[in-house]
């Protein structure tokens, strides 16, 4: 099955950036579904965003209510790597991030899960 790799992670400033990666290890990454998901300390993990295939080119990007307007979700197939660009961070968005492959019928729940990269927001 595909590996995934998520790269990206570290320490930032409250208010700050930062954009995480996943690369998969296989061209099949093209037109597959993919999200990213989070597990912030003693909570279980959640949905963050994902890209629906559409057909074609096209993916439709989703993302959970507390993201939303913060975070974007895009992918490069050419280089088989998805990426969450966060911004406006705040401590609550610190957690270990994951990619995943989810299916078209239910994106918000993953499998096949990378190893994650922890994300640390300071105050």
């Known amino acids: 099955q595909v590996q995934l790799v998520e790269s990206g992670g570290g320490l930032v400033q409250a208010g700050g950036s930062l954009r995480l990666s996943c690369t998969a290890s296989e061209r099949t990454f093209s037109s597959a579904n993919m999200g990213w998901f989070r597990q912030a300390p003693g909570k279980e993990r959640e949905f963050v965003a994902a890209?629906?295939?559409?057909?074609?080119?096209?993916?439709?990007?989703y993302y959970a209510d507390s993201v939303k307007g913060r975070f974007t979700i895009s992918r490069d197939d050419a280089k088989s790597t998805m990426y969450l660009q966060m911004s406006s961070l705040k401590s609550e968005d610190t957690a270990v991030y994951y990619c995943a492959e989810v299916d078209y019928s239910d994106y918000r729940t993953g499998r096949n899960w990378g190893q994650g990269t922890q994300v640390t927001i300071s105050s």
């Open positions: 890209l629906r295939w559409s057909g074609g080119s096209i993916y439709y990007a």
